[in-house]
């Protein structure tokens, strides 16, 4: 059984860290796209990988900190990014 635990920590660890590196270089060298949801997806990915990495290091604290702090983030931006395409089809265009 320790065993079983063992492979399931190296794996989690191993998935975190792929998806950290992977999701920062897709969201530094991706697609760049004038959409606004598209951006925050590509940060999601690197903020899954953390989220892993803290959960394998069995850190509760800073990994209930970090989703607390991470979803009212999401949340702040997607009204930013809804207000913003609001202001932009009410202005005039010159």
């Avoid at 998806?19 to 940060?43: E, H, Q, W, Y």
């Avoid at 991470?70 to 202001?87: D, G, H, P, S, W």
């Amino acid at each position: 059984m320790v065993n079983v635990m063992t492979d399931l920590i190296i794996l989690t660890t191993y998935c975190g860290y792929f998806m950290l590196i992977v999701g920062t270089l897709g969201a530094i060298f991706g697609p760049m796209s004038d959409d606004p949801f598209k951006r925050l997806l590509n940060i999601e990915v690197p903020s899954i990988g953390v989220a892993l990495i803290l959960l394998v290091y069995n850190e509760t604290l800073a990994l209930m900190t970090f989703l607390a702090v991470n979803t009212i983030l999401m949340l702040v931006f997607v009204r930013a990014i809804i207000k913003n395409e609001e202001l932009e089809t009410d202005m005039p265009k010159l």
